[in-house]
């Protein structure tokens, strides 16, 4: 493509059709989808460059090439950043409340929260994006609300949750993980406290009849397929490249309910779990419900067909998969080891043919505090050392050989991260395609590495370039609210919507409603009252709504759903009753809706809250409300 016709397309972006387009015809006729793409593709080989080279710094208008998927912790929502830019990107909003988008104001996404829109709070800890032969297809993101129990899908085309699914019989869902082949059937995801059953008030102290549970959801309905209790409690997990075994660490095999009780034993354990003999458990109807729940509950404690327990020091935390599937790593904490657990000598475990301990290949000394460990998928892996605030670079093969009495030093290299390191994650390490390039460290303390923002200080995110034989940091910036964990996969692997098919299940609720009114959502504003309730359709075209005005009654609940004319990518509208708590976003296409109740009377103003047009300010409208 020549110079100048890539100049061309660069300029047929928004930003020019915006400013030689008439205010009353800038909802135009879908004409601009696709005129970035020339530009953005040269954009985008341009940040490979760059990151073949080792550079983090992207230029302006250019793209990343890669996604970051970050956790928000505590605030409960997912943030996604550019790869190697660190620019955050967009947040998608999951157990927590926004009012930007209108997530948990909207009738949309109060559906979807279900019965647990009654919790302002979330505890986002583990994204993870679904596969296809171990490999990312950018299909789903899945993350746990360690807070209230809960997991949740996220569609990635449209890069909003979709579905949220409450765990029955058990509390805290913290570690995730999905199956890798043949492709993600299943989120495997672990109860970390043990609870007694029923957990009715009457059996609180005897903790020896209390116990957590393995959990496997059904990716694609997101219910729960099958539980596997457990003895002791569980924290992180991860699956293997054959579909059959998943593991998970265990901190408290003691089942003590104190912080000196939980460090007894100088080994807890990792537990194995079979997949494939838990389906045909479940198949065959060799399992029990509890309470309510219709979820098949299979028992794998310590005798189980089911499971295996491989004893490893102390109070693990971290367990991650190796990308050439040979290797389950788990992480010591409270020991400065890592135990190497080799995937392939499982069947013989499950046989009865080794002992739990024969399993483990190798157990390295890094440092002080292991807690995650990651890839660069040419035999090197990276461990985050908490208590050090270190990360130590060792080679596996070296390290299985060392264990075995051979003089080798197995450890590359150690740097310094700032500080107390938690998760880490290279890119593309969770799958076969581990490419060696970046390794992000989410630190949990900042101390003086950014202007002092009072007693509560960021977090910090650091950027080390991996491409080489030594370790390399590049990037570090402050970030809130606890970002748990982080994914990271090439760009090419996702396909976000431009703009809202309006066909989307989304708002397909929505949708029937309007339909069961008589209105056509793309043509009509109308109200209709049926009783108390009121109803209110509209349409918006950049730089109006085209229903300024509307007339209730004291103490109507009314619903206000607006529809997004314009199909020009990035002309986003917004809704926001003013003095009423009611506020959303409305994208190109995209229909959207809320209720709340007119309890004032008096004039209320709307606007739109999204900046849409030079005469942004103007798109408003009233509501009036007449006495009861």
Not at 178 to 200: C, G, M, R, S, W
Not at 523 to 552: C, H, W
């Amino acid at each position: 493509m020549s110079d100048d016709k890539t100049n061309e397309l660069k300029n047929l972006g928004r930003r020019h059709f915006l400013r030689n387009t008439g205010i009353a015809g800038v909802a135009g006729a879908g004409i601009a989808g696709g005129f970035g793409s020339a530009a953005a593709l040269l954009q985008s080989q341009k940040a490979q460059a760059a990151s073949e080279n080792g550079e983090a710094t992207i230029a302006p208008g250019e793209l990343d090439e890669y996604y970051g998927f970050w956790s928000g912790g505590h605030s409960g929502e997912v943030r996604i950043l550019g790869v190697p830019s660190m620019r955050e990107l967009m947040r998608i909003p999951v157990f927590n409340v926004d009012s930007a988008s209108g997530w948990g104001i909207t009738n949309e996404s109060k559906q979807i929260l279900g019965d647990s829109a009654k919790f302002l709070n979330g505890d986002a800890h583990h994204p993870h994006v679904s596969m296809t032969d171990g490999r990312y297809d950018g299909k789903y993101l899945f993350i746990n609300d360690k807070a209230n129990t809960r997991v949740a899908r996220i569609r990635l085309d449209i890069m909003k949750t979709d579905k949220i699914t409450t765990i029955p019989n058990v509390q805290a869902i913290h570690g995730l993980r999905l199956q890798k082949v043949p492709h993600t059937k299943y989120v495997f995801a672990n109860a970390e406290y043990f609870i007694p059953h029923p957990n009715d008030g009457q059996n609180m102290a005897d903790l020896e009849n209390h116990y957590t549970m393995f959990n496997a959801l059904d990716a694609e309905s997101m219910d729960v397929a099958w539980q596997v209790i457990v003895d002791g409690n569980l924290d992180n997990t991860d699956a293997d490249y054959t579909g059959r075994f998943v593991a998970s660490t265990c901190y408290n095999s003691e089942k003590a309910a104190d912080l000196a009780g939980t460090m007894r034993e100088e080994r807890d354990w990792a537990v194995v779990f079979d997949v494939e003999a838990i389906e045909k458990a479940v198949d065959a109807g060799d399992y029990k419900t509890i309470g309510d729940s219709k979820v098949p509950v299979v028992d794998g404690r310590h005798g189980s067909k089911l499971t295996r327990y491989i004893p490893v020091p102390k109070n693990p935390h971290g367990l991650n998969t190796s990308p050439d599937g040979k290797y389950f790593i788990a992480n010591g904490k409270l020991s400065p080891t890592c135990s190497i657990i080799a995937i392939d000598k499982l069947p013989d475990l499950f046989a009865d043919k080794i002992e739990p301990r024969d399993t483990v290949v190798g157990e390295p000394e890094l440092g002080l505090g292991p807690l995650h460990t990651t890839f660069d998928g040419r035999g090197n892996a990276y461990t985050t050392l908490f208590i050090d605030s270190q990360v130590a670079k060792w080679n596996i093969e070296d390290a299985i050989k060392s264990y075995n009495g051979d003089e080798v030093n197995y450890l590359r290299q150690k740097i310094d991260v700032h500080y107390q390191p938690g998760h880490n994650h290279a890119s593309l390490t969770e799958t076969r395609d581990a490419d060696g390039k970046w390794l992000v460290v989410l630190s949990k303390f900042s101390k003086d590495r950014f202007l002092p923002v009072g007693p509560l200080r960021p977090e910090n995110d650091q950027l080390i370039d991996i491409s080489g034989e030594e370790m390399k940091l590049v990037h570090d910036g402050p970030t809130y609210a606890e970002p748990h964990d982080c994914i990271l996969l090439r760009a090419d692997q996702v396909n976000p919507r431009k703009l809202w098919d309006r066909n989307d299940p989304f708002f397909a609720a929505t949708r029937e409603r309007a339909e069961k009114d008589g209105i056509e959502l793309t043509a009509d504003n109308k109200v209709i009252r049926d009783g108390n309730k009121v109803r209110v359709y509209m349409t918006s075209v950049a730089p109006q709504f085209n229903l300024t005005e509307f007339k209730v009654k004291q103490g109507d609940e009314v619903t206000v759903t607006v529809t997004n004319l314009d199909q020009i990518e990035d002309l986003t509208h917004g809704f926001c009753m003013v003095n009423h708590g009611v506020s959303m976003e409305i994208s190109p296409q995209q229909t959207a809706s809320v209720t709340f109740t007119a309890d004032k009377p008096g004039v209320h103003w709307y606007y739109c809250n999204w900046f849409c047009h030079a005469m942004h300010m103007e798109m408003t409208g009233r509501m009036l409300v007449e006495p009861a």
